[in-house]
């Protein structure tokens, strides 16, 4: 139980255009989620937290209105990378919390071009 | 910052128990301690955690020292699938917040 899955796995976009991540919690309700991101080599960086029905809180350093969250259901999270730039390429997981411990999706590989 | 020390890597070999330590002396009374392993490419997984005694599970045990700054995580036989970087945390509660990740150790298992 308490899986997390992330859609897409990977992705190659074209400098400036959008791109939506999808975060489910499967078989729980996650009232609040969490996207890191991952630079090669890197540990994991928390950017936001995600919280249903209302608006996410950003680790200070990350851009809200480049870095769009939305959690309009106890099951969904998406991160959409606006206006996406060379430097934003970088490894994006998420996660849930279910009975104690936070539980990670597969994470996302994003790649602009 | 939860700030938490560990070696960069680590190499053991196969079938035989691995210890990893991990130092955390700003640890407050009420911080749980938290291991997560993360192989390439994939998000970290959770191994184990806890408050003040010793905790074991499938995956592997947790020791933790009497004064709470320090702990270990003990894999009883490593496999070569135990090939992974984790990561030590600590952090209020159980988990319900975003964890701050630090460097981790890297491990190695040689077959």
């Known amino acids: 139980g308490a899986v997390v899955s992330q859609h897409p796995s990977w992705v190659i976009c074209k400098s400036g255009t959008s791109v939506k991540i999808e975060c489910r919690s499967l078989?729980?309700?996650?009232?609040?989620m969490f996207w890191y991101r991952q630079f090669p080599k890197q540990s994991l960086m928390l950017m936001a937290t995600?919280?249903?029905?209302?608006?996410?809180?950003?680790e200070q350093g990350v851009e809200k209105d480049k870095f769009l969250i939305n959690h309009a259901s106890l099951t969904l999270s998406t991160l959409t990378v606006t206006s996406a730039h060379p430097e934003d390429s970088s490894f994006y997981i998420c996660?849930?919390?279910?009975?104690?411990?936070?539980?990670f999706g597969n994470g996302t590989r994003l790649t602009v071009t | 910052d939860a700030k938490t020390t560990q070696p960069n890597s680590m190499e053991s070999n196969e079938e035989e128990p691995v210890h990893l330590p991990c130092n955390h002396s700003?640890?407050?009374?009420?911080?749980?301690i938290h291991w997560y392993r993360q192989l390439p490419s994939q998000g970290p997984e959770y191994v184990i955690h806890?408050?003040?005694s010793n905790v074991n599970n499938r995956m592997a045990s947790l020791a933790i020292a009497e004064d709470r700054k320090s702990s270990t995580l003990i894999l009883h036989r490593a496999t070569l699938r135990d090939a992974a970087v984790y990561y030590c945390?600590?952090?209020?509660?159980?988990?319900?917040?975003?964890?701050?990740f630090g460097k981790g150790t890297h491990l190695i298992i040689q077959p």
């Open positions: 996660s849930a919390s279910y009975n104690s411990p936070l539980h």
């Open positions: 078989d729980f309700q996650a009232t609040t």
């Open positions: 995600s919280n249903e029905g209302s608006k996410a809180t950003y």
């Open positions: 700003t640890i407050s009374g009420t911080d749980y």
């Open positions: 806890g408050l003040t």
């Open positions: 945390i600590f952090s209020p509660g159980g988990g319900a917040d975003g964890l701050t």
